[in-house]
Structure formats: C-alpha cells, structure tokens
C-alpha cells in the first residue's frame, strides 16, 4: 500500500481549532471597512469566435472548413489589479489562446504583470504585444473591425500579432492631453549572445477629437535563431508560389497611420515597411533573398445602424520584385452587446510567380485566391 502522511493531531483537535480559527477571521473580516475590499479586483473574461469558411485554389481544389478565430483570435483570460497606495496600482493579465473547433490551446496571448500610475504610466513583464500593436495596429482593418483573416500579406509587419514578444520590459505612458507614447525591450535570454534574438519597439500616437495619428518601429536581431528570445521564425513568400519559415538576421519594420470619423463613418490610411536581412530557411538552412514588403492601406468602417456595421479596404504590397492587391469587405450584425454575427469576402491577386495567400490560409496554387467566411463571436 502507499505510504500516507501521519496524523499530528486527532481529528476532534484539529476540529475544534478549525473552528476557533474560523470564527476569529470571520470576526476579522466583518470588522474590516468596506473600502479594503475595493483596493483588489480580479476579472475573468474572453471571446469565442468560430465559422465556416469556402476558399478556392487550395492545392488546385475548393476548401470548405470549420473556422477559429477568422476575425477574432478565441481566448480566455483573468487581469485584476491591486490599490498600492498613493495613486499607484499593481497590474495582471494573464491570456490563453485557443481553437473553437479542435479545442487546441494556442499560447499566442499575453501574459504579465507590472504596476503603474495614472501620471507616470506604468511598466510591465513578461509576454506582450509589442508598440506596432500600440500605436500602429488600430489604423489597419486587420487591427480594427476586420480582424485575422484582413492582415497584409503573410502579416509581414505584425499589425495582426501574429508574434509576441516574450520576455519583455514595457513601458506606457499616461495621457498627456492627447499625446501618448511608449517602448518595449525584449531580452535574447542567451548567455554570451546577448542580442542574438532580442527586440525593441518604440511608438506613439496623438489623439484630437475626431483625429487621430500614430507611428511604430520594431527592431530584431536574429528572429527565430533561438526558441527562449523574444521572437519565433517568420512566415514569408518565396519563389515559385511558395512560402516558408524564415530566420532573419536583423529586421527592421516601420508603421505609420492615421485616422478621421466624420460623422458615422471612420477613414484611415495607413504605411508599414518590414525589412528583413540575412534570411535563412528554418528547415533547411539555406540562404535565402533578403526581402523588403511595403504595404500601402486604405480603409473604411461605416456604422450603418446601431446593429450593423460595415468595413472595407483596399491593400497593395511590393516587394522582392513582387506584388500583392489585396481587397475585403466585411458586414457584422450585433445580436445584444456581446453576441455578433458577421458575413466577409476577401479577395488576393499576386504578380506572375508569387503565391497568393489570404492570412490564415493555406497558399494558392496560383495568382489569386477568394475567400468567403461566415462566423458567429461571442464575448464574456
């Protein structure tokens, strides 16, 4: 038989003193003031996004299949904070990514914990999203309404998170009458190789009424070299309508955009350019081109009624002796406040030998690809 731990006390003292105890920390806590209570605060929340997607030349055939995260990526995920006193305040997050349809769990969420002021801002962690997401993403429709499957070719400039930066230092500001501005440093954790695989990112963005403006740069030493420094490979096109996993050497990606509301309807503009040097295929070691991508945006969010809201861009990428046009549309109907239905069509052409492939698909077998998707999203 396995052995078990040896009783200290008989269950009768244990029982006794289990109540003594009981009652003087519920007397403790009766007495306390209502005000402790409100000094922590822990909340659990998430979204599930899941759908039906038709894609054409997949391998020359038709794809139908049931989607995860075509707008939104499906999470769950706690963040609370703590009153320290003197208006400052410890912070948490801690996200889990998932698929709706295998129940596969994704670890492409963040995850740290800092503290802050509402004047000085505040300094956090651990796994986080880097300044593109900060203070470029949200003037892309891939980092606004149109979500995953709107990202620029391959996501090549990271406006839709495809990679976080794991064991980073971040830094945000407070608001400083519109002005806001921010950084983040994310260690190689490599003894002896201190910059094979690190990153920083600075950005900022000016906000004025119906105005608004910001701009990023993110900068890698040896992205994918390493699996502990901040980032993993990167996805990008190669030749012969082919992708594949890259190491690059040093990478240099630059973001700028703004935006205008007039009324019910939000235009926005937005540039990025991701330089990648010294690139190697992951799999194979071999040395590949270095690729420089440009990526030129348009787009537009229409709030047609209280329910229903309309999105559309327009995309044009180049580079590598290349090019990419790339158009969505997407309609999505509110069900209540946190239930929503939405229909979208994305549509890419690619210049002779490049591959086509709508973010989350599978490459084209040709120039062009179509995909059509249908989901239902739900927030908690």
């Known amino acids: 038989m396995p052995n078990r731990p040896k009783a200290s006390r008989t269950a009768s003292s244990i029982s006794g003193a289990g109540r003594v105890y009981s009652m003087a920390v519920c007397a403790t806590l009766i007495a306390s003031p209502a005000a402790v209570w409100a000094q922590s605060s ?9 759908g039906v997607a038709y894609t ?19 999470y769950w995920g706690l963040q609370g904070s703590e009153d320290l006193g003197g208006g400052a305040r410890a912070i ?35 796994r986080q999203y880097d300044s593109i997401h900060d203070y470029f993403q ?4 891939t980092g606004n309404t149109g979500g995953t499957a709107f990202a620029h070719v391959l996501d090549n400039d990271n406006a839709n998170n495809s990679f976080l930066a794991s064991n980073s230092v971040k830094y945000t500001s407070a608001n400083y009458g519109g002005f806001s501005f921010g950084g983040l440093y994310a260690f190689s954790n490599q003894a002896g190789a201190f910059s094979d695989n690190r990153a920083y990112s600075v950005g ?59 009324g019910e309807f939000t235009l926005s503009g937005a540039f990025s350019r991701a330089i990648n040097s010294g690139v190697t295929d992951a799999d194979t070691g071999e040395l590949m081109p270095s690729l420089a991508l440009n990526n030129y945006e348009i787009n537009g969010i229409y709030k047609l009624t209280p329910a229903i809201q309309i999105s559309g861009m327009y ?18 109907y509110l069900l209540s406040k946190r239930t929503d239905v939405y229909l979208e069509s994305i549509y890419q052409r690619a210049s002779s030998g490049a591959p086509a492939v709508i973010n989350t698909n599978d490459p084209s077998s040709g120039r062009n690809q179509l995909m059509l998707s249908t989901g239902i999203r739900h927030r908690f």
């Open 56 to 74: 054409n030349n997949v391998g020359g055939n038709s794809q139908y299949r049931l989607t995860s995260g075509t707008v939104d990526g499906s």
């Open 138 to 141: 949200t003037f892309t429709l």
């Open 204 to 262: 900022a963005n000016y906000s004025a009424g119906s105005f608004n403006a910001g701009a990023a740069y993110l900068h890698n030493n040896g992205r994918g070299n390493t699996t502990s420094g901040a980032y993993d490979s990167l996805t990008l096109p190669g030749p012969g309508n082919t992708v594949f996993n890259a190491n690059v050497q040093q990478q240099n990606t630059f973001g700028v955009g703004m935006s205008y509301e007039i």
């Open 92 to 126: 948490f997050r801690l996200e889990r990514g998932l698929s709706v349809a295998t129940g596969e769990g994704l670890n492409d969420h963040p995850a740290y914990v800092g503290i802050g002021t509402d004047t000085l801002g505040t300094l956090t962690f651990g």
């Open 315 to 332: 995309v044009y990428t180049n580079g590598g002796g290349a090019h990419w046009h790339e158009g969505a549309l997407q309609v999505d």
């Open 42 to 50: 822990v909340q659990l929340y998430g979204e599930l996004d899941t």
